[in-house]
């Protein structure tokens, strides 16, 4: 409440002439430049001293106006103590009739309290009546967009359940199919192999026999009795 107060309150300038704080700061901003909007004096800088005297003048006033039936009290200007009745649709603000003549609102456009009021109550009800429809138009193209995610994930898991059921399949079909080539494979290996190994042990007994027979003629080679070398001659040519 104070700092409301105190932004509110009614400022002097170094001209004399009083306004309200935060009237003089939004024309000054406006306008770029710090001048007075009655005398047009233009000023250094922003200083802004609270006229108490005119502050408590205008508090007492307001007590006073104060209505003891508790019917709705009246708005009225800090300035001009001048009932609010005008609308600043350039400012957006509300004037009484004295602020309506400022230079601060020259070439502005005013409304009446009540047809402003009116006016903000039909905007308003024609934005919360299009956001209303927009809303429920939202609502359905979520609803809609809900069922069609919810139909999108059926339909992948059971595409899922389909894919993995029969690439199941498809394994041991490969499995089965698999072990029958495995196990033709073999029978045919050992099909060749086998008269293939036997006839390898018959080159390998062979290789043996003649190598025992090199042995023994090595052996009588180096035999030094011719008797006994002879002997052994003809066992072999028996044998």
Same mark, same amino acid.
């Given at each position: ?69 508790? &019917? /709705?009290?009246? *708005?009225?200007?800090?300035?001009? !103590? @001048? +009932? ?7 400012? #957006?603000? =509300? ?81 089965? &199919? /698999?072990?029958? *080539?495995?196990?033709?494979?073999? !029978? @045919? +290996? ?7 190994? #036997?006839? =390898? ?39």
């Amino acid at each position: 409440m104070e700092k409301q107060a105190k932004t509110s309150a009614t400022v002097i300038l170094e001209c004399g002439h009083n306004f309200c704080r935060s009237c003089i700061t939004r024309c000054w901003e406006r306008e770029e430049r710090n001048s007075c909007p009655e005398c047009r004096e233009v000023f250094a800088d922003r200083t802004l001293r609270v006229n108490r005297a005119l502050a408590n003048l205008a508090e007492k006033t307001r007590n006073l106006n104060l209505n003891p039936k508790g &019917k /709705e009290s009246k *708005l009225h200007c800090e300035e001009h !103590e @001048e +009932e609010l009745k005008l609308f600043c649709e350039t400012d #957006k603000t =509300l004037i009484c009739l004295v602020c309506r003549d400022a230079q601060e609102h020259r070439d502005h456009r005013f409304k009446p309290i009540k047809e402003a009021v009116k006016i903000y109550k039909d905007q308003l009800k024609s934005s919360l009546d299009s956001l209303t429809k927009k809303k429920s138009d939202f609502q359905e193209k979520e609803q809609e967009q809900k069922e069609n995610i919810s139909r999108v994930r059926e339909q992948s898991h059971s595409l899922q359940s389909h894919i993995t059921s029969q690439f199941a399949e498809l394994r041991q079909i490969i499995t089965e &199919k /698999e072990q029958s *080539l495995l196990r033709d494979l073999r !029978e @045919e +290996e050992e099909r060749i192999l086998n008269p293939m190994e #036997k006839n =390898l042990r018959e080159i390998q007994e062979n290789i043996r026999f003649i190598e025992e027979e090199i042995s023994k003629l090595k052996e009588q080679m180096n035999q030094k009795d011719s008797a006994i070398l002879l002997k052994e001659e003809v066992r072999r040519n028996r044998r």
